[in-house]
């Protein structure tokens, strides 16, 4: 329920069970859902948390000549008996540590905060000069505004983040600050989930920094988005690590693994790789996870998405821009698409799967009925005649990769999502496996 409302600041209260009161601040880009939307409404209704959540209207860090009204509504409803713990995510987070002491906080829990955003207290993006107005002038958190035990999580590869951990570190000398490697700025995501969630909340209630530091690290674990962005960081130096990680049976036991599998470009620039260094056995057991994972694992618009582009009757042919290679009816050409996301008239090609020398004709399948592609007149056409004295598309095995030709010239994958033939040299943008 709303129990203050200004022009720019949302009061929420969802009154649960908890032995303790949870207050909570949204990070930026929720401005638009202020009066719907506030950090760990979820977590609260699932498993009844007493919470105090702040939305604001305007991306203004919060701060607000509305806060000292939204306090005064806060403290009437939920009083002073209980402990009060604070959590945000990045502007959330730096409210969370700069209301504190107005809040009358117990213990702190701030993800990836920035001690400003004004340019004269610190170095700053100039993206970030849009947000700025007259009050966050002398905006810094300082030692004033703190009361309670505070903790931080961010990821010490962020380099941003890290540069204001430690100036928050040089005014806050007690701070408590937990590593999240491999989590990126939004922390949130690489531990979420409700029971997540709630069991680090009553860690964060003990005080101890022993306590908050085992179940944040516990949590991060059995997190699916934790063990995403390892395999995201780990993909450059050991591709085929990651390639068996997503083979594996274990990755199976994971309830919310589409947060890895809905990665399609990712999924399938590791089947690609898999296949051009010749594990083509580890490359379909990735393939068919990913197929059953967006057709039967995925929210609602992933499966939908998927069961849309369910035209490919033959093997997957990916370039080296984890696309599939189509023809495009409509145009008469050859292009690339993601696997997922495609028209009504782009339809997947593969080798003729009747032959079994190095060479194949390109094939696409129209209504259960099979047509070779040929270029006639610059254009590429359909044929059902196997013995058609034009100039045919060809697959050409090498060993672990394919070449796509009209004859004359290699096909060439292009960043932009085309196909041209201009070249006889074969590159890594020739380079097409099928799988």
């Not at 023809?327 to 032959?355: A, H, W």
Request: proline content about 3%.
């Amino acid at each position: 329920m709303i129990l203050y409302e200004g022009d720019e600041i949302v009061l929420h209260h969802h009154k649960g069970s908890s032995p303790y009161t949870v207050i909570t601040f949204n990070g930026l880009h929720f401005e638009n859902n202020a009066k719907d939307f506030y950090m760990l409404k979820n977590v609260a209704r699932i498993k009844d948390i007493n919470v105090i959540g702040f939305a604001t209207k305007k991306p203004n860090w919060f701060l607000s000549d509305e806060m000292h009204t939204a306090i005064k509504v806060m403290n009437a409803t939920i009083g002073f008996g209980g402990d009060r713990l604070v959590f945000g995510q990045s502007m959330g987070g730096y409210a969370a540590i700069k209301f504190s002491k107005q809040l009358s906080a117990d213990y702190i829990m701030a993800l990836s905060p920035k001690i400003s955003i004004h340019p004269d207290e610190c170095d700053i993006d100039e993206g970030y000069h849009q947000y700025l107005t007259e009050q966050m002038t002398g905006m810094s958190v300082k030692m004033g505004d703190v009361r309670g035990k505070v903790f931080i999580l961010s990821d010490p590869r962020d380099k941003t983040d890290s540069y204001h951990v430690n100036l928050l570190c040089d005014v806050i000398p007690d701070i408590t600050y937990i590593p999240t490697f491999y989590s990126g700025h939004v922390v949130y995501e690489s531990i979420s989930g409700s029971k997540s969630i709630s069991s680090i909340l009553d860690a964060l209630s003990s005080g101890r920094s022993s306590t908050v530091r085992r179940e944040v690290c516990v949590q991060r674990r059995r997190n699916p988005v934790n063990l995403r962005n390892r395999l995201f960081h780990a993909k450059p130096h050991h591709m085929k690590l990651v390639a068996r990680t997503l083979a594996s049976d274990q990755i199976d036991s994971m309830k919310k693994r589409i947060f890895i599998f809905s990665h399609i470009g990712f999924i399938c620039s590791i089947i690609y790789n898999a296949a051009l260094h010749g594990e083509t056995d580890l490359a379909r057991r990735i393939k068919r996870k990913l197929v059953a994972n967006l057709a039967v694992s995925g929210p609602e618009e992933i499966q939908t998405e998927a069961l849309t582009a369910n035209n490919i009757t033959g093997p997957l042919c990916l370039d080296c821009h984890q696309r599939i290679v189509c023809y495009d009816i409509k145009n008469r050409c050859l292009t690339v698409e993601s696997l997922t996301n495609r028209g009504p008239t782009i339809i997947p090609v593969y080798p003729d799967q009747m032959g079994h020398e190095a060479s194949s004709a390109a094939c696409v399948t129209l209504l259960g009925e099979e047509f070779r592609l040929v270029q006639q007149d610059g254009k590429i056409e359909l044929s059902t005649d196997r013995n058609t004295g034009v100039q045919n598309i060809i697959f050409t095995k090498k060993e672990t990769y394919h070449l796509i030709s009209n004859g004359s010239e290699l096909a060439t994958s292009c960043y932009g999502g085309s196909i041209i033939f201009v070249t006889a040299i074969e590159n890594e943008w020739e380079r097409y496996i099928v799988i």
